[in-house]
């Protein structure tokens, strides 16, 4: 099975999975990007998998289906026009067409209801997990992202990480602040650099590479927590005070 990314909006992608001439998507806020994906390559739209509702990631669902019978998954506790396999916490995925099942991961924060798209070596996380960031609160709780992210950063360090938006750069940025002295950060950034100068992708990271380069991952390490209580005058309690900080300066960055 192949992973192909397609740009969509200022910086979104939308991934499509390909298999023989059969493929489904992930995310796919607008139709027409989709469709010239499809076209292109002379693929059948088989599937659609859903992380949250937000309109970039759902908005061109509708339009999609309405030519289509295909299965559309989506969190259950999300309301979401057009989901037709409504799927929570251990639910598993079976995309028979393409050989792939994929189990359900709850990981609320950026959401209240998102979830996560889970196979061997192979993570969907929506909007709750980037390259050296994370999603903003938009109707989770600092504690659920929180504890979303620690859940996905105790997957196996081989799982290769799709996230949805390109925000790599400016999240080295902040990370170059927020955790100071991490030459691995650093590399990182020199290659990431390289590939947007190419024109290229800077995704999937991995879950081993977002341990070490990551500062929303990081809250635990003395060197961020230090940051933060220079920052604020007060040393954070734990690692969850320090993200809950680390966050909200981010908002402001």
């Not at 990631?57 to 309405?66: D, N, Y």
């Not at 998102?114 to 196979?119: I, Q």
């Not at 602040?177 to 650093?186: K, L, T, Y």
Request: charged share 20%.
């Amino acid at each position: 099975m192949e992973i192909i990314p397609l740009p969509a909006f200022r910086d979104n992608y939308l991934w499509l999975l390909r298999r023989g001439q059969l493929a489904a998507v992930v995310d796919p806020g607008d139709a027409a990007v989709v469709e010239d994906g499809l076209a292109a390559q002379g693929l059948d739209l088989c599937a659609i998998l859903l992380t949250h509702h937000h309109a970039d990631h759902v908005g061109g669902v509708a339009e999609l289906i309405a030519s289509r019978d295909i299965p559309v998954f989506g969190p259950a506790a999300a309301d979401i026009q057009g989901v037709n396999h409504p799927v929570a916490e251990g639910d598993e995925v079976s995309l028979n067409p393409l050989g792939i099942r994929l189990r359900v991961l709850e990981v609320p924060g950026h959401t209240a209801s998102h979830v996560a798209y889970l196979a061997p070596g192979i993570l969907f996380p929506g909007d709750t997990l980037f390259s050296a960031g994370c999603g903003r609160l938009l109707g989770g709780t600092a504690a659920q992202l929180h504890a979303s992210l620690r859940r996905l950063a105790d997957l196996p360090g081989d799982t290769a990480v799709y996230c949805t938006h390109e925000y790599t750069l400016a999240n080295l940025a902040f990370a170059r602040v927020a955790d100071p002295g991490n030459p691995e950060r650093d590399e990182w950034l020199v290659e990431c650099e390289a590939r947007r100068d190419a024109g290229r992708p800077t995704l999937p990271t991995t879950i081993e590479r977002e341990r070490r380069v990551n500062p929303f991952l990081r809250t635990g390490e003395p060197a961020v927590m230090g940051v933060i209580a220079d920052r604020t005058g007060v040393r954070p309690h734990d690692s969850l005070e320090c993200f809950t900080a680390l966050r909200a300066w981010k908002d402001v960055f």
